[in-house]
Each structure stands twice: as structure tokens, then as C-alpha cells.
């Protein structure tokens, strides 16, 4: 069993040292601020008076915790869900767009994995198509698709999530080509000496063998698509979506708000890769793996 020593202790070690020197940098970086509106005022302000006004500004350079805390707690928990200021709001936006996205890219991804693995041409002209695709910055291609698909009067929640489905197949379809070739070769022999078909070979042992690869490039994709989907947001302008949230943020400098749509971010993106994670533990229960 184990112990609080070996696991609980060595993440409350990490988590204090960096909410210290968060606190350290929240301290240098806001002081400068105080002691330029000090100045102006012709006053002589030592560092004990200016300490405790750098936890408190309306608009830091960088927010302290308890400011962030207190954000998130006013936009999730006092804000209706239906309203405009709520992230809870904003968060649902963002993740419909995420989850068609990784939904799309999840079944291209394996779609070109086994197109890859059955046809040696492909796997020599498309794979390497595959890779150079993820050369082209996210933030160059996004602006790109979303006035393509305008110009043709496709707006809304489809542009968002095919750039979440851009940046999500990738992951997925290397994933399950090298999780589709792992049989070693005495077992594929095995399956020719049973006179297995292809497609009995694929469902019996190449499906089942790459199950660990699909699900460990799935909490990548997930991931990366609430990336994509965030990023989706940013050159259209939206009003909606956690995208937004950073958007409205960076035009009126409330730095607190910008991180507490980040940390809702992280939030939900830890909730997906978990799920995920609980699929990949059932699926494999099912397939007979020892825990």
C-alpha cells in the first residue's frame, strides 16, 4: 500500500515550492508598479509598505494565487451557468468544439494508421505527408482555415473543431501504426499457420496489440485538441469560448482573468485526459490485462 511519505507528500513538496517562488516573482515583478505610483505621489515608500500592495492590484503584472482563486470562484460558483461572465459558460463553448475535433481526428487518425499499415505505398508517400503537416505553425494555418471555410459560409462550431481535429490526428495516427505493427513476426506466422484471413488477422491480434497506443495518443490528442479549439477562437473574434475569455482579457489588461481562463483550461483539459485514462483502464480490464 501506498504510503503518504511516497506518494502525497512528494506532490505537496513541488506544489508549495512553486506557489513560493510564485510568490517571490509576484512580489518583483508588481513591485515596480507600486513604487512608480509612490514616486508620482512624491512619497518615499520602503519595501514593507510596498510588499503587501503587490498581492493586491486591480491589474498586476503577474496575479497572485488568492487573486486567481478568487476569480475562478466568482466566475464558476456566484455566476449562473447561462451567464456571459461565467467560465463554466465559456468552458462548455470551448469544449463542444474540442470534442467533435478529437471525435473527427480520432477516426481519421485510425483510418490513415490502418490505410498505413495494409498499403506499403502509402506508408512511403502519405506517412511522410503525415509528419510534414505538423511543420506548419497552428497559429499560421487557424486565421487560414477559418476564412476559407467563411468564404463558403461555414462559420460557428465546424472551423473551431477542425483545427482541434488538425492538431489532434497526428498523434493518433502515429500512435496506432506502431501500435498496429507491434505483433512480433512468430505471431503473425502463428496467425498464417491457422490460415487466418487479413481481416482476421487485424481483429484478433493486431486490434487487440495496439490498444495501449491508441489510448496513450488519445490523452495527446484530447489534449492538444482543447488547444486547438482555444486557438480556433482567437482570429475570429468570438464572444464565447475560453479563447474569448483570454481575448477580452489582453484587450483590457485584467491579467487575473487571463490566467483564471487558463487555469480553467488546465482544468478541463485534466478532466479529458482522466477520462480517457478511465476508458483505457476498463478496455484493457475487458481484454483480460492484469491490473
Known amino acids: 500500500m501506498i504510503t503518504f511519505r511516497e506518494r502525497v507528500l512528494p506532490v505537496l513538496t513541488v506544489i508549495l515550492a512553486i506557489l513560493v517562488i510564485w510568490h517571490l516573482f509576484v512580489?518583483?515583478?508588481?513591485?515596480?508598479?507600486?513604487?512608480?505610483?509612490?514616486?508620482?505621489?512624491?512619497?518615499?515608500?520602503?519595501?514593507?509598505?510596498?510588499?503587501?500592495?503587490?498581492?493586491?492590484?486591480?491589474?498586476?503584472?503577474?496575479?497572485?494565487?488568492?487573486?486567481?482563486?478568487?476569480?475562478?470562484?466568482?466566475?464558476?460558483?456566484?455566476?449562473?451557468?447561462?451567464?456571459?461572465?461565467?467560465?463554466?459558460?465559456?468552458?462548455?463553448?470551448?469544449?463542444?468544439?474540442?470534442?467533435?475535433?478529437?471525435?473527427?481526428?480520432?477516426?481519421?487518425?485510425?483510418?490513415?494508421?490502418?490505410?498505413?499499415?495494409?498499403?506499403?505505398?502509402?506508408?512511403?508517400?502519405?506517412?511522410?505527408?503525415?509528419?510534414a503537416s505538423q511543420t506548419i505553425p497552428i497559429l499560421a494555418i487557424a486565421p487560414m482555415i477559418i476564412v476559407v471555410l467563411n468564404s463558403i459560409n461555414i462559420s460557428g462550431l465546424l472551423p473551431k473543431a477542425l483545427i482541434s481535429?488538425?492538431?489532434?490526428?497526428?498523434?493518433?495516427?502515429?500512435?496506432?501504426?506502431?501500435?498496429?505493427?507491434?505483433?512480433?513476426?512468430?505471431?503473425?506466422?502463428?496467425?498464417?499457420?491457422?490460415?487466418?484471413?487479413?481481416?482476421?488477422?487485424?481483429?484478433?491480434?493486431?486490434?487487440?496489440?495496439?490498444?495501449p497506443y491508441l489510448f496513450t495518443s488519445l490523452k495527446i490528442a484530447v489534449a492538444i485538441s482543447l488547444v486547438g479549439a482555444i486557438v480556433g477562437e482567437l482570429p475570429t473574434g468570438a464572444v464565447a469560448g475560453l479563447g474569448a475569455r483570454?481575448?477580452?482579457?489582453?484587450?483590457?489588461?485584467?491579467?487575473?482573468?487571463?490566467?483564471?481562463?487558463?487555469?480553467?483550461a488546465a482544468a478541463v483539459a485534466a478532466i479529458l485526459v482522466s477520462l480517457v485514462g478511465l476508458a483505457h483502464r476498463r478496455v484493457l480490464k475487458r481484454m483480460g490485462a492484469r491490473p
Open 165 to 211: 481535429t488538425y492538431l489532434s490526428f497526428f498523434p493518433i495516427v502515429v500512435g496506432m501504426v506502431k501500435g498496429l505493427r507491434s505483433p512480433e513476426a512468430i505471431q503473425l506466422d502463428l496467425m498464417r499457420t491457422y490460415n487466418a484471413t487479413s481481416e482476421q488477422t487485424f481483429w484478433k491480434l493486431r486490434w487487440p496489440a495496439a490498444m
Open 27 to 131: 512580489v518583483y515583478l508588481n513591485a515596480p508598479f507600486v513604487r512608480d505610483q509612490a514616486a508620482r505621489a512624491g512619497q518615499d515608500v520602503s519595501f514593507w509598505q510596498v510588499l503587501p500592495q503587490t498581492f493586491t492590484q486591480e491589474r498586476p503584472v503577474l496575479p497572485a494565487p488568492h487573486q486567481i482563486v478568487a476569480e475562478l470562484w466568482d466566475t464558476t460558483v456566484n455566476k449562473a451557468i447561462t451567464s456571459k461572465r461565467s467560465l463554466v459558460y465559456h468552458a462548455g463553448i470551448t469544449l463542444s468544439a474540442t470534442l467533435l475535433g478529437f471525435a473527427i481526428g480520432t477516426v481519421l487518425g485510425i483510418a490513415l494508421a490502418i490505410a498505413i499499415v495494409h498499403n506499403r505505398a502509402l506508408d512511403r508517400s502519405l506517412m511522410p505527408w503525415v509528419i
Open 246 to 264: 483570454l481575448l477580452s482579457g489582453s484587450y483590457y489588461g485584467q491579467t487575473v482573468q487571463i490566467w483564471a481562463a487558463l487555469f480553467m
